[in-house]
């Protein structure tokens, strides 16, 4: 059984703020990291992959990825009103070839 | 990375009736996969759609109610037979993309409501 598990939300933030989005993962296989920020009634939009230890930026996103606590998180700095969206954790598994297992998702609202 | 479109955008069905959905990419693509996304929750595999040969469902989902084609490396279609309105949902596609590392990217979607 590969599950990927994320923090329930919602997660509220004020303008300006970090917000911190967090994922395990349980099979020790998985090689493909990615959090895809969803918006209502729309597709999963890719905005971070990793897939080594360690933190990896682009612009105000930050993904952190801890394989020995097998553990994936999304940092958003200087969070805007239009971050306002649901962020899914995804990974791949050596085994799978391809195959995306889904978090359930957090549902993140910044207020301004 | 690949751009990715799906026919029809929406619709609205009876039941019994059935769907075919077209997913087509800018480039060619080893593997397409097929999603279904139901009202508040994440996304669920259907199945793998394999060039050349039969699509590869996972565990809930059989060929006789979602058949799959993938006639080359840029298209695919899925069909949803027989519908109820249990159907209703978001179905997409996504290509996965291995350029140095490995990515997957999701087409638009069809959001489907069976009345």
């Known amino acids: 059984q590969k599950e990927v598990e994320q923090n329930s939300g919602p997660l509220s933030v004020p303008e300006g703020a970090i917000a911190s989005l967090n994922c395990t993962y349980s099979d020790r296989g998985s090689q493909s990291f990615f959090w895809y920020r969803q918006y209502s009634g729309k597709s999963p939009e890719l905005i971070m992959s990793?897939?080594?230890?360690g933190d990896k930026e682009d612009g105000r996103f930050t993904a952190q990825l801890n394989k020995a606590s097998q553990y994936v998180s999304l940092l958003i700095r200087d969070s805007q009103p239009s971050d306002s969206a649901t962020y899914l954790c995804a990974v791949i598994t050596r085994s799978t070839l391809g195959r995306l297992y889904f978090g359930r998702g957090t549902q993140l609202t910044v207020w301004p | 990375s690949a751009v990715i479109s799906q026919k029809p955008s929406r619709d609205i069905c009876q039941r019994g009736t059935s769907l075919t959905i077209q997913c087509q990419v800018d480039s060619q693509v080893t593997m397409m996969f097929w999603y279904r996304q139901q009202p508040g929750q994440s996304l669920t595999l259907i199945a793998t759609a394999n060039q050349g040969s039969e699509a590869t469902y996972e565990s809930g989902f059989v060929i006789d109610k979602f058949p799959i084609s993938r006639p080359n490396l840029t298209f695919s279609t899925l069909t949803v037979s027989n519908m109820s309105p249990e159907d209703s949902s978001i179905y997409l596609c996504s290509v996965d993309e291995i350029q140095g590392q490995e990515t997957q990217y999701f087409g638009p979607g069809t959001r489907l409501l069976v009345l």
């Open positions: 990793i897939y080594s230890n």
